[in-house]
């Protein structure tokens, strides 16, 4: 081997060992962000349609950061899905530091909606208070890239709407992560 070539494939050694240690980093690092529901609120409830929102504690345990650029999650009431919520807007997460992510939702009332009996259910269950019966459910995927490479990262959440209420009496209940 040349003398020519020895320095080339030190030269691209050098170059592609860090390279890949780095992209390992930086996958890891989307694997392991943690995330939760720390809050709900009701914004509008009237005859025409009903508004929530949902607020995600993300953590990033990691110490790089970590951009999220949108997500694409599925909300369910009860198992009958009442939006799907896609956001492409970026998101830094620091290192070892946590962030929070507003999912709004607006759930039309007409006579689709109001002949699905489980949704006229959870209806009832929100004016009468009995938040122990609505059971949230949040599954979809973070965006995450990575050298122009797209990694989602998994979502799959479900709570009580009394869960959910009790975490937001009791933030030490938000640190399961």
């Not at 929100?126 to 599954?139: A, G, M, N, P, W």
Request: proline share 3%; aromatic share 10%; with cysteine.
């Amino acid at each position: 081997m040349t003398r020519g070539w020895q320095i080339f494939l030190i030269a691209a050694t050098a170059i592609i060992i860090p390279g890949g240690i780095w992209a390992g980093m930086g996958i890891a690092a989307l694997t392991k962000i943690c995330y939760n529901v720390i809050k709900y609120e009701i914004t509008k409830f009237n005859f025409t349609n009903m508004e929530l929102s949902f607020t995600l504690k993300v953590k990033n345990p990691s110490n790089i950061k970590v951009i999220i650029e949108g997500y694409n999650i599925n909300i369910e009431l009860n198992g009958v899905n009442v939006g799907q919520i896609v956001s492409k807007s970026k998101k830094t997460l620091k290192s070892e530091q946590h962030s929070t992510i507003v999912i709004p939702v607006n759930i039309k009332i007409d006579k689709k909606t109001l002949g699905n009996s489980k949704i006229r259910e959870v209806f009832d269950y929100f004016i009468t208070k009995q938040y122990e019966k609505i059971f949230v459910s949040l599954s979809g995927h973070f965006n995450g890239r990575l050298l122009k490479i797209p990694i989602p990262v998994k979502i799959d959440l479900k709570y009580t709407l009394a869960e959910i209420i009790n975490i937001m009496d009791s933030p030490d209940e938000s640190e399961k992560c």
